[in-house]
């Protein structure tokens, strides 16, 4: 939706306040991370019954961005929590948005919404002022109410059925971080109880009267091509109707769609299994036994080693999104398509459905309702592009849901990197030299945040053997698990404790203060060393905010059981403690998995870690004490924080194992099938 | 094939007519309308699907509707009365042991069985009664938390959470 039809489409007697774009299109550049500038718009409305509407194309799929946005307006407004709904992801009502990734939300709309929010408030007073003639300066906001004297109104009693507009003004003043009274604090879940009470409908939960249920069928393996199909005893079960189509988009699954479409699930999947399909199988498919070898041989640029480096390899992981992709398609008599979906990307998801069957973006509408988690692996519209064909097909609305199967197997993966890395330390402890070559897991934070002189630091781009994509973090995870690990043989390598070898390294104020937080309230300076105990820390800085993290682990046969972890995080102004703990501590326990037994396990083209029964991740007996420490920086712009959290995990779990045993182990997972072979735990030093 | 026209969910009388070999997640879901049960994997790995049957967690997407006819069927949807809360929920929502929320619904459930066999477990005990489920989103020592707070509160009041 466009701000003229936006503003077309709300009723009279209301305040509009519009944020123009070119106003908000000045995001700073992230080093190897920059993107194109979002757009960052958000429309606020006030209802004649003083009910207050934000409009954002941002989604919420867990991240708490629908409470942090939410307190965001009724800071500024000075209204109730409770007084503010808040639409998002619906390309329909909001304005159009980027996609919800890149910790972005925090930086990037929140500040809008607070701006328009702010606005709208000042406008308010000027309304009053006028209406009761009295001085602005003795107007006052508070609980939803203008005062002035004895004087009162509800926001929606002001505007006389008018419909009032206002851009943002330029220079407005926000209200400081230490004069907060909404934002800052914790507020319940917006939305919780819906969750609790099992009330909320998810993309994968909606019904629409009509509506048919699709089962697809896959391939048996990657690059496989439909040669054959006998659906003669699918199409004889009551009701069904077999659909092939082709898919102009890219698919990894093929250009053939086939799909069984019936009025119940059940019907559906039995005539998938009766489909009778010859495949004609790829030849060359990959394997991961032999992928880091791939990705070294494929690599678009060459290192040519100043240092002597050592080989660390990231396994590819998925991201097991609880909600697996789903989405339900409607099309209208028309020729409007309607879909819903869990996405990050819903303004991304129209622009591929408009492709997909050559209409204007206008005569696609996503929908995204609050989504079962994303990581990072929502942001193709894979299952809205089947649904819309086979709806199209079919005449009638189609819920297309994948199973899990298909989402460990046809979804994209994090991907797999070789990281090959070493460095060189003088005699007095600083670092003299630094090396770092990244093969496929990406740039992010490849650089070190350690002062060095000479350093050579380059990501290297490969082919995939597997479908790849963002994943929480994205590389920053990869790259921090090596660097610091790097820095933890280096610091061993010349007898240092490894805190005290990177504050020796390390000029940055912020990533120190958040090792020294993490350091104090994890004991590290009095760690009690025994055997089968180990002590590890890591720290790094991506996106804005600041990280360290301190592990300690127990070591049992060949079992390795993470026992204890303190992470300390810092990302300007905290906008709410506790979802900021809860984002903190839950890439804790995420991140547990990518670091000791997270793995896809792929053969001659086949995903065999298919099912959950087939791919680990982490459950309650995997918790250790998680204990966040939470540094508010009110004198600083809030950064985001629903990645960052995650990339210190690993290494500092390294770290801990290196220290309690002396293996250093060079791979994500660290430990998929326990230690390798050990001697004896190393004797506490 | 045997076929099941009825069956008792959360305290009322539900026509249907459903095969009897379909699974209980699906019926409850697709013909029923109560969404809050969830699909997580359909192998019971991860338990986003548990409903209570006669009191027991069960994980419908393993469960036979035709195994449940005529048992107390209880999903999160009739957990509490229309517009009141379970304790359990209310313990969730303050500890605010939830993310997306994909998995609370079968959690909450889990947690309530769990509480009736255990009415103030230690933390370990949750952890090894509720390691079933998944949380991917990590909340796992919240909803210890929530838990805890749950039997607290019971232990005060002198009933069952």
Avoid at chain 1, 336 to 364: C, D, H, N, Y
Wanted: proline share 6%; hydrophobic share 40%.
């Amino acid at each position: 939706m466009t701000r003229r039809e936006f503003f077309a489409r709300v009723g009279g007697g209301v305040v509009v306040i519009l944020v123009p774009d070119e106003l908000s299109a000045q995001e700073s550049g992230r080093g190897m991370n920059q993107r194109m500038p979002e757009q960052v718009s958000a429309w606020l409305h006030i209802a004649e019954d003083g009910s207050v509407t934000v409009y954002t194309g941002k989604v919420e799929m867990g991240q708490n961005a629908r409470s942090s946005l939410t307190q965001a307006a009724a800071e500024e407004l000075h209204a109730p929590v409770a007084s503010i709904r808040l639409i998002m992801g619906d390309t329909a009502l909001t304005p159009f948005d980027m996609g919800t990734s890149g910790s972005g939300t925090t930086p990037n709309m929140w500040p809008q919404i607070r701006k328009a929010a702010a606005a709208a408030r000042e406008m308010l007073i000027d309304l009053a002022s006028q209406k009761w003639a009295v001085d602005r300066a003795t107007i006052t906001v508070a609980d939803g109410k203008v005062r002035a004297g004895n004087r009162s109104a509800g926001f929606g009693d002001l505007t006389h059925g008018e419909k009032l507009a206002r851009a943002i003004p330029v220079g407005l003043a926000l209200t400081p971080a230490d004069q907060w009274k909404v934002a800052g604090k914790p507020i319940e879940k917006v939305n919780g109880r819906a969750i609790v009470t099992g009330a909320h409908a998810y993309a994968y939960d909606i019904q629409r009267p009509g509506m048919l249920y699709a089962k697809v069928l896959y391939p048996p393996s990657f690059g496989a091509r439909l040669a054959a199909l006998d659906s003669a005893a699918a199409e004889a079960i009551p009701g069904v109707k077999v659909v092939r189509q082709k898919i102009s988009g890219q698919r990894e699954a093929g250009a053939d769609l086939v799909a069984a479409l019936a009025p119940d699930p059940a019907s559906a999947e039995k005539a998938l299994a009766a489909l009778h399909a010859e495949w004609a199988p790829a030849a060359g498919q990959p394997s991961s036994k032999d992928v880091f070898a791939y990705l070294k041989r494929t690599a678009q640029s060459a290192a040519s080693p100043h240092l002597d480096l050592a080989p660390y390899t990231i396994a590819y992981i998925a991201h097991v999104p609880l909600e697996p992709r789903g989405a339900v398609a409607e099309w209208s008599a028309d020729g409007k398509l309607m879909v819903w979906t869990g996405s990050q990307r819903p303004f991304g998801v129209r622009s591929e459905l408009a492709a997909e069957f050559g209409i204007p973006e206008e005569s696609v509408h996503v929908i995204v309702p609050d989504t079962g988690s994303g990581y990072g692996g929502k942001h193709q519209g894979d299952a809205a592009v089947e649904a819309a064909v086979l709806a199209k097909a079919a005449g009638k609305p189609v819920k297309r849901n994948w199973t899990r199967t298909e989402e460990l197997t046809w979804a994209y993966f994090r991907p797999g990197g070789l990281v090959e890395a070493g460095g060189k330390v003088n005699p007095d402890g600083t670092l003299a030299a630094w090396e770092f070559h990244n093969y496929n897991s990406g740039p992010s934070a490849l650089q070190t945040p350690y002062r060095v002189a000479e350093k050579y630091e380059q990501y290297h781009r490969t082919q995939s053997p597997l479908r790849q994509g963002s994943y929480r973090a994205l590389a920053a995870t990869a790259n921090h698990f090596v660097r610091e690990s790097v820095m933890d043989d280096l610091a061993h390598g010349a007898s240092i404790d490894p805190l005290e070898f990177r504050f020796k390294n390390l000029d940055n104020q912020r990533l120190r203060d958040v090792l020294t937080a993490a350091a104090e309230r994890f004991g590290w300076k009095n760690r009690k060393r025994a055997p089968g105990r180990g002590f590890g820390l890591a720290a790094g800085t991506e996106k804005g905010s600041y990280i360290a993290t301190c592990a300690e682990i127990a070591v049992d046969g060949g079992a390795v059981k993470v026992v204890r972890v303190v992470e300390a995080f810092e990302c300007g102004a905290i906008v709410n403690p506790e979802h900021l703990a809860n984002q903190v501590e839950g890439a804790v326990a995420m991140g547990i998995g990518g670091a000791l037994f997270e793995h896809v396990d792929f053969a001659d083209g086949k995903i065999l870690s298919n099912r959950l029964g087939r791919y680990r991740v982490p459950r309650f007996a995997d918790m250790p004490v998680i204990e966040s420490v939470l540094l508010d920086r009110k004198d600083l712009p809030s950064a985001g924080a629903g990645e960052t959290p995650i990339v210190g995990v690993a290494p500092a779990i390294a770290n801990a194992i290196f220290d309690a045993t002396g293996q250093r182990i060079r791979s994500l997972p660290l430990v998929p099938n326990g230690l390798p072979a050990l001697s004896a735990a190393r004797a506490p030093a | 094939m045997a076929r099941i026209t009825e069956l008792e969910v959360n305290g009322t009388r539900r026509h249907l007519d459903a095969d009897s070999d379909r699974t209980l997640l699906s019926v409850l879901r697709d013909d029923l309308s109560l969404t809050g049960v969830k699909y997580g994997c359909g192998e019971g790995q991860c338990a986003a699907c548990t409903v209570l049957v006669d009191g027991a967690p069960a994980k419908s997407c393993l469960t036979k509707v035709g195994t449940v006819a005529g048992k107390r069927i209880v999903t999160i949807e009739g957990l509490a009365p229309a517009e009141t809360l379970h304790p359990v929920q209310e313990a969730f929502l303050e500890a605010d042991a939830m993310q997306c929320g994909w998995c609370t619904p079968g959690m909450i459930l889990g947690a309530v069985a769990l509480l009736a066999s255990s009415p103030n477990p230690t933390d370990a005990e949750i952890a090894t009664g509720l390691n079933g489920h998944i949380c991917r989103c990590g909340t796992y020592p919240r909803i210890v938390r929530a838990i805890r707070l749950a039997a607290k509160r019971a232990a005060k009041k002198g009933v069952h959470a």
